[in-house]
């Protein structure tokens, strides 16, 4: 898809390579969120306490306990990122964010990230506290060049300052799911959908780098 998309790009421009993305988010070959049921059979119930303004406190104890800092590479000189590109993550998700990294900077795409958002962050979505609480809460969500791809926003388009398309067939590849495919549509906020063990995430790097782009990492 992406190389299709490439070549639309090179013969009508920009605007059609757009409509042919916005094709892609529609098909169902792709991660879906993961539901909040089966959310806590993979984390466990979470106890945590409200601070106000939609932020809480999450147990320290399952904190210390599912939470690493994880130093990712293509995010190393990333503005809004740590300078080693170092981040708190589910400990579940810390390999398959590590082949992510690989992956991206193998390719040289890199550049594409501009600005970091943050990953965990412990707080209701939206901050609003009658909601759910956020997977930012888990460490299980980042969001990338935040300025560009607003929520509740249309995604910054193919080929734009900011745009995200050549990064989320990579995420996706990785058990990740993108928010610009939503209804709501969250451009920057890329989440972990299911949890990969550390041999899977070896085959995906390779198939990735080595054997082909999958069907489902439109677009």
């Not at 042919?20 to 993961?34: K, N």
């Amino acid at each position: 898809m992406s190389s299709r998309i490439g070549r639309v790009a090179g013969r009508w421009g920009l605007a059609a390579a757009a409509c042919l993305a916005l094709a892609a988010w529609r098909t169902p070959d792709y991660p879906v969120v993961m539901s909040n049921a089966r959310l806590e059979a993979e984390i466990g119930h979470v106890e945590f306490r409200e601070l106000g303004s939609g932020r809480v406190q999450l147990d320290t104890r399952w904190e210390r306990a599912n939470l690493v800092r994880l130093r990712v590479p293509m995010l190393a000189g990333v503005r809004g990122a740590a300078v080693d590109g170092s981040l708190y993550v589910h400990r579940r998700a810390a390999w398959q964010l590590n082949g992510i990294s690989r992956v991206v900077l193998a390719r040289g795409l890199q550049g594409d990230l501009l600005t970091f958002g943050g990953s965990f962050s412990a707080r209701h979505v939206a901050s609003r506290p009658s909601g759910p609480l956020s997977r930012h809460s888990y460490a299980m969500a980042l969001d990338l060049n935040p300025g560009w791809n607003r929520m509740g926003a249309r995604p910054a388009p193919v080929g734009s300052l900011g745009n995200v398309y050549r990064l989320v067939p990579v995420f996706e590849a990785f058990g990740f799911c993108w928010g610009g495919r939503w209804r709501t549509q969250d451009g920057m906020h890329f989440e972990v959908t299911e949890f990969l063990d550390s041999a899977e995430v070896e085959r995906r790097v390779h198939e990735q780098l080595f054997g082909g782009v999958t069907a489902r990492s439109a677009p």
